[in-house]
T-cell receptor, first 111, second 114 residues
């Protein structure tokens, strides 16, 4: 089955700096890669996703890049703010199959 | 709130007892998923339904676990003879059927087995 590795497990950045979280996947048939943000005690919320037919997608301060050849994808957050502090999960799925999640990255934005 | 709803939010039980959780998906969604999340880990897939049919079960789902989705609406997850290792957050998610679906999660049920 699919295996998703995520790193780093923790990341601290100064407010205003950029944060990058990286994931690798094992199944070359995977074609959907969402990112979820989970604040303490709350539900995971979808923040951005990308499909394998595109290499990059941006939504305001958030962007995701995908390298299908290397089987890795990354989340980029620019101009970080304290409210960006949360756990971020990457995930991957093949067509018609369930999502497999990474182990998460605790992002702390220091004021 | 028209999102995914889960009840109860918290459940404390003694080892060996049975527990049941409920999930009400977004009304127009026909797929419903159960995931388990332990501290410091990502959600792990347990099982999913398309309408009322249970299409896949993870090997994480032992014989003590059973899930139902009668009439393709709400779903229940029952754990029999609970063990301390069952302590976790149980998350429900729903989506439209498609080749890749955007999952919308509920707030989860936090189970503590003493």
């Amino acid at each position: 089955g699919e295996n998703v590795e995520q790193h780093p497990s923790t990341l601290s950045v100064q407010e205003g700096d950029s944060a990058v979280i990286k994931c690798t996947y094992s199944d070359s048939a995977s074609n959907y890669f969402p990112w979820y943000k989970q604040e303490l005690g709350k539900r995971p919320q979808l923040i951005i996703d990308i499909r394998s037919n595109v290499g990059e997608k941006k939504d305001q301060r958030i962007a995701v890049t995908l390298n299908k050849t290397a089987k890795h994808f990354s989340l980029h957050i620019t101009e970080t703010q304290p409210e960006d502090s949360a756990v971020y999960f990457c995930a991957a799925s093949t067509p018609w199959r369930q999502l497999t999640f990474g182990s998460g990255t605790q992002l702390t934005v220091l004021p | 709130d028209t999102g995914v709803s889960q009840n109860p939010r918290h459940k404390i039980t003694k080892r060996g007892q049975n527990v049941t959780f409920r999930c009400d998906p977004i009304s127009e969604h026909n797929r419903l998923y159960w995931y388990r999340q332990t501290l410091g880990q990502g959600p792990e897939f347990l099982t999913y339904f398309q309408n009322e049919a249970q299409l896949e079960k993870s090997r994480l789902l032992s014989d003590r676990f059973s899930a139902e989705r009668p009439k393709g609406s709400f779903s229940t997850l029952e754990i029999q003879r609970t063990e301390q290792g069952d302590s976790a957050m149980y998350l429900c998610a729903s989506s439209y059927i498609s080749t890749n679906e955007k999952l919308f999660f509920g707030s989860g049920t936090q189970l503590s087995v003493l």
